[in-house]
T-cell receptor, first 113, second 115 residues
Framework: GDSVTQMEGPVTLSEEAFLTINCTYT??????LFWYVQYPGEGLQLLLK?????DKGSNKGFEATYRKETTSFHLEKGSVQVSDSAVYFC????????????FGKGTSLLVTP | EPEVTQTPSHQVTQMGQEVILRCVPI?????FYWYRQILGQKVEFLVS????????KSEIFDDQFSVERPDGSNFTLKIRSTKLEDSAMYFC?????????????FGPGTRLLVL
């Protein structure tokens, strides 16, 4: 079945450092890919998405490109801030599963001043 | 901006008791979902609901679970006889029809603790 694999955390970075969180997926169909963010004590917020190969999703300085050839959707940000400290979840959905989201385990990011 | 709301934010119950978790999806959305997140683990899909019927369900969603849309705004998840392992954060989500269907918007969650 479909699955999502994320890099293990926690990731600790200094403010203004470059961020990469790796995400790869396995899917039988043509999934849509998502990054969700969960700030401490809060629910899941959609950060960005891409619905087909080579699409780039972007929001709040974060970017991820849907790479079909490497089955990846890595999250990047050029300069992180303390306020970016959160847990980041990569997820996929496709029509075969009725659009149910299949999440990775999440990567915790801590940004220090 | 419209948002999904959930009540209660926290619930503590005794093992074997019934609980009902409530959600108010975004008003023009037609697809509704429940997910759970056991502490320290990944978010897991439970069930999706459309047109007053279950569309998809995971193997977690056994006979102890049920969902209902009792009126035009609420969407509920009932656990008939709670077990210790049902302790988790439960998230409701909704999505629109058509091109926006794959984008799900989540509520803040209900933290359920079964003692």
């Amino acid at each position: 079945g479909d699955s999502v694999t994320q890099m293990e955390g926690p990731v600790t970075l200094s403010e203004e450092a470059f961020l990469t969180i790796n995400c790869t997926y396995t899917a039988t169909g043509y999934p849509s890919l998502f990054w969700y963010v969960q700030y401490p004590g809060e629910g899941l917020q959609l950060l960005l998405k891409a619905t087909k190969a080579d699409d780039k999703g972007s929001n709040k300085g974060f970017e991820a490109t849907y790479r079909k050839e490497t089955t990846s959707f890595h999250l990047e940000k050029g300069s992180v801030q303390v306020s970016d400290s959160a847990v980041y979840f990569c997820a996929l959905s496709d029509t075969n599963s009725g659009y149910a989201l299949n999440f990775g385990k999440g990567t915790s990011l801590l940004v220090t001043p | 901006e419209p948002e999904v709301t959930q009540t209660p934010s926290h619930q503590v119950t005794q093992m074997g008791q019934e609980v009902i978790l409530r959600c108010v999806p975004i008003s023009n959305h037609l697809y509704f979902y429940w997910y759970r997140q056991i502490l320290g683990q990944k978010v897991e899909f439970l069930v999706s609901f459309y047109n007053n019927e279950i569309s998809e369900k995971s193997e977690i969603f056994d006979d102890q679970f049920s969902v209902e849309r009792p009126d035009g705004s609420n969407f509920t998840l009932k656990i008939r006889s709670t077990k210790l392992e049902d302790s988790a954060m439960y998230f409701c989500a909704s999505s629109a029809q058509g091109a926006g269907r794959e984008t799900q918007y989540f509520g803040p969650g209900t933290r359920l603790l079964v003692l």
